[in-house]
């Protein structure tokens, strides 16, 4: 059985306990002694996580549900916070400061089908760019640049949980509940940049990528690019390796999307311009599904 040895953790946790008409004194008490609870913001879907620098109307636009120890009943309000972070090295530093751009209140939320009090979070281009006092196509944001999102949830007792709040074991993909999300500023054109894409791919365990792939479909044909996988061929290691797609002249639709398989934790990988050299896309580990965003600014 596959990576069973190194990967899979199987923890025992056995409580022999010997019951009394006394208060018990075993150590467990001591652990849950004080312990208070808090809430999550749980990450059901990332809609759309990129802006088109190209295109004023595209949005930052996630699903998202609340638990709290009462199941959603102490929901107060979520606060979407935003800030902006220059990244083009020119000189100048146009980023901007955190502010508050909306609250959304605990009656607006749907109920998801877990249960759980649930909304969509959205922002277009321009909202965002208003919100921190941006005049649009006055040149002081870029492509590459980035906005930072962040939610804080607030509680009907006063207690407020953000970012600061998110534990590992919070960030990981059972819970995804990072509550801060980077949006980058991408130049997405009309119409297809031809020529040769270069895609540098890792994998850090070394097996290849066990089934996860990158597709990129040209006028309705599927290109893949991945790296063999050793439990299927019997040959590796798999580490790395490079892989090449061209867009034709004369394309006129080009979509980049990822497939996971096994274990996509362990893949990483960089799509590099046809004509710039520069790394367009830089995914993983852990990328996400469905279509990717290139940032195609200087192609």
Same mark, same amino acid.
């Given at each position: 059985? #596959?990576?069973?040895?190194?990967?899979l953790?199987?923890?025992?946790?056995?409580?022999?306990?010997?019951?009394?008409?006394?208060?018990?004194?075993?150590?467990?008490?001591?652990?849950f002694?004080?312990?208070s609870?808090?809430?999550?913001?749980?990450?059901?879907?990332?809609?759309?996580t990129?802006?088109?620098?190209?295109?004023?109307?595209?949005?930052?636009?996630?699903?998202?549900?609340?638990?709290?120890?009462?199941?959603?009943?102490?929901?107060?309000?979520?606060?979407?916070?935003?800030?902006?972070?220059? #990244?083009?090295?020119?000189?100048?530093?146009?980023?901007?400061a955190?502010? @508050?751009?909306?609250?959304?209140?605990?009656?607006?939320?749907?109920?998801?089908?877990?249960?759980?009090?649930?909304? =969509?979070?959205?922002?277009?281009?321009?909202?965002?760019?208003?919100?921190?006092?941006?005049?649009i196509?006055?040149?002081?944001?870029?492509?590459?640049?980035?906005?930072?999102?962040?939610?804080?949830?607030?509680?009907?007792?006063?207690?407020?949980?953000?970012?600061?709040?998110?534990?590992?074991?919070?960030?990981?993909?059972?819970?995804?509940?990072?509550?801060?999300?980077?949006?980058?500023?991408?130049?997405?054109?009309?119409?297809?940049?031809?020529?040769?894409?270069?895609?540098?791919?890792?994998?850090?365990?070394?097996?290849?990528?066990?089934g996860?792939?990158?597709?990129? =479909?040209?006028?309705?044909?599927?290109?893949?690019?991945?790296?063999?996988?050793?439990?299927?061929?019997?040959l590796?290691?798999?580490?790395?390796?490079?892989?090449?797609? =061209?867009?034709?002249?004369?394309?006129?639709?080009?979509?980049?999307?990822?497939?996971?398989?096994?274990?996509p934790?362990?893949?990483?990988?960089?799509?590099?311009?046809?004509?710039?050299?520069?790394?367009?896309?830089?995914?993983?580990?852990?990328?996400?599904?469905?279509? @990717?965003?290139?940032?195609?600014?200087?192609?």
């Amino acid at each position: 059985m #596959k990576k069973i040895i190194n990967k899979l953790l199987i923890i025992a946790l056995v409580f022999s306990t010997v019951m009394s008409c006394k208060d018990p004194d075993n150590a467990i008490y001591d652990v849950f002694d004080g312990v208070s609870y808090g809430a999550v913001i749980r990450t059901l879907d990332r809609v759309s996580t990129n802006y088109n620098i190209f295109d004023l109307n595209s949005r930052f636009e996630i699903v998202v549900e609340e638990q709290d120890e009462e199941y959603g009943g102490l929901l107060d309000k979520v606060n979407v916070y935003v800030s902006y972070t220059d #990244k083009t090295d020119d000189g100048v530093n146009n980023s901007k400061a955190e502010i @508050l751009l909306k609250s959304i209140a605990a009656s607006e939320f749907t109920t998801s089908a877990n249960g759980l009090p649930s909304t =969509t979070i959205a922002a277009t281009f321009s909202e965002a760019l208003a919100a921190l006092g941006f005049t649009i196509g006055d040149g002081n944001y870029n492509g590459g640049d980035e906005f930072d999102f962040r939610l804080e949830v607030v509680l009907t007792d006063g207690r407020s949980f953000s970012a600061d709040d998110a534990s590992g074991s919070l960030q990981g993909s059972y819970f995804k509940s990072p509550y801060a999300y980077n949006v980058g500023i991408l130049c997405i054109p009309d119409s297809p940049i031809t020529g040769d894409y270069v895609i540098n791919m890792q994998d850090s365990y070394g097996d290849g990528w066990q089934g996860s792939k990158i597709v990129c =479909t040209i006028d309705g044909v599927e290109n893949y690019a991945f790296l063999p996988d050793y439990w299927s061929t019997g040959l590796g290691p798999f580490t790395d390796g490079t892989a090449t797609i =061209t867009v034709p002249a004369g394309a006129s639709t080009v979509v980049w999307s990822f497939v996971a398989g096994d274990w996509p934790s362990e893949v990483s990988f960089q799509i590099i311009g046809p004509n710039s050299g520069n790394v367009i896309g830089d995914f993983g580990p852990s990328p996400v599904e469905g279509e @990717l965003a290139l940032n195609l600014c200087n192609e």
